[in-house]
């Protein structure tokens, strides 16, 4: 920290150039104000360095041209990264670099060589704030998803039930078609979709006998429960409607809201299906999960009453490989 700086800046800077003057330059100015930098030459030997540290850097300083593997090489490999996409990423640019193929494969910002310092200071601490704010969003994610394993606990699921409903339901998906945003609110609704029976008491939840009709009212709840626990948490936006919706039936004799056929949104159809097939086919302490055939004749059998026809048409295709491949994945 430097004599007038009475406000050190907090955050972890990597600056990746194959030049060492560069990074010498970009490390002073940085640590003055407070900054802890990292350096790398080469976008390989940055990949290493990422791969070793247990909390990512909050911004990565990137020069474009340099031996081994170039900043577009190293931005494509983090961008395909689900830790390490959400890093900003600051391009160092001559003259004449391919500024546009950066942006497109995902950069944040870009800096003209030679850089200037207080410009420098004003766009690194812009993304680091920009990045703890994502990360402290990711923490709530964190946070919801701890909660949902709490929960799958509680129901006495033996293995990682919410992450085979989110497997099934994505396989599904990719019969399905769809986008890549559509997907990740899939994976995220499928993973907390139960998260509502954490107000349940144990009375209910661990009942072992046949609950009574007024219980059984309590338990229909779990949805509106879990849609209202995650309203508050931007993030969870497009998983709203697995939570909520995730027990509609397609002859529109389900609940909360009785919505019939395609009035249930497609991803909570999608849960649906997947949450009822490992149900019936995991295991639980007080018995054993039923067999595969038998769970596809159910299936089958509700195929267009309680579950959309077309769905499940997709998962007698896939359900059987996943079934066999990864049963505790
Ligand atoms: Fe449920």
Redesign the pocket.
Known sequence: MSDGNRFPETGTILVVDDVQAVRQVLRAILERKGFRVLESENGQKALELLESLEEPPDVILLDLLMPEMDGYEFLRRIQSHREWRLIPVIMLTAQGDAKLEALQLGASDFLQKPVESAELIARVRAHVRLHQYIRGLEDIENILYTLARIVEARDRYTEEHTERVATYALALADEVGLSEEERENLRKGSMV??IGKIALPDSILLKPGPLTAEEFEKVKE??VVGYRILMGAQSMRGALSVVRH??ERWDGQGYPDRLKGEKIPLLARLCAVA?AFDAMTSDRPYRAGMPLERALDILRDGAGTQWDPDLIGFALKVFPELYHGTPSS
């Open positions: 979709h139960d779990h949805p995730h027990h949450d």
